[in-house]
């Protein structure tokens, strides 16, 4: 893979991603098939600053896991209320955590991917 593309990726897509895998997810980049990276570079990702907002916002209703992905767990805030509030608050402190290894999960099915 042309190092030049992957760190104009890593650059464009980095918020979305921990800092501390970033070495790790450029190393992969270089080491991808060159057939792969239309897909990779049409993946779309969610901001872990948005995705807080949503969960102070809405996450009562879990809102914030259904668009991350966690159909389990938005399911669950939404029949308790967010777990009468308590686990909308948590959420808070976890979301953006979760949303970027939802994102690196989405990056590493789209590497992985045969076809």
């Not at 259904?66 to 909308?88: E, H, P, Q, R, S």
């Amino acid at each position: 893979m042309d190092a030049q593309k992957v760190d104009m990726f890593i650059i464009s897509n980095g918020k979305y991603f921990d800092q501390l895998q970033i070495g790790a997810i450029r190393d992969m980049l270089l080491n991808m098939d060159e057939s792969k990276w239309p897909l990779v570079a049409s993946l779309s990702f969610n901001g872990p600053t948005m995705m807080l907002l949503v969960s102070i916002f809405a996450g009562g209703l879990g809102i914030d896991r259904f668009i991350i992905g966690d159909t389990g767990l938005g399911v669950g805030k939404l029949v308790t209320l967010g777990g009468c509030g308590i686990w909308a608050f948590v959420d808070w402190f976890l979301i953006q955590k979760a949303t970027k290894e939802k994102n690196l999960q989405k990056l590493y099915s789209a590497i992985s991917f045969i076809g």
